[in-house]
Nanobody
Framework: QVQLVESGGGLVQPGGSLRLSCLAS????????MSWYRQALGKERELVAF????????NYADSVKGRFTISRDNAKKTMYLQMNKLKSEDTAVYYC?????????WGQGTQVTVSS
């Protein structure tokens, strides 16, 4: 079955960096659009970035442009989100999402907390 497992979240000070990973299985990772979303407490889930196969074209929310970088390693079936210059408003649970021919799938999420 389709599985998406996020990792890499944690507590970081403002201005710091984190790299999130999303390990995929159960579908043809190389061919599918992959995305990162986030949901802060009391707010709706929002799109952070997505990456399109096969060339890796990317798109970002305005709030993270220039600070976050989405990438994928098709050999490892893993998607990444490099987050730099983190701000308190980046605090949220981060989810990876896969859009496949069989449906839309979400990971369980990983908490990112930006605080001094």
């Amino acid at each position: 079955q389709v599985q998406l497992v996020e990792s890499g979240g944690g507590l970081v000070q403002p201005g710091g960096s984190l790299r999130l990973s999303c390990l995929a299985s159960g579908f043809n990772f190389n061919s599918e659009v992959m995305s990162w979303y986030r949901q802060a407490l009391g707010k709706e889930r929002e799109l952070v970035a997505f990456i399109i196969p096969p060339g890796g074209s990317t798109n970002y929310a305005d709030s993270v442009k220039g600070r976050f970088t989405i990438s994928r390693d098709n050999a490892k079936k893993t998607m990444y989100l490099q987050m730099n210059k983190l701000k308190s408003e980046d605090t949220a649970v981060y989810y990876c999402k896969a859009v496949t021919g069989r449906g839309i799938y979400w990971g369980q999420g990983t908490q990112v907390t930006v605080s001094s």
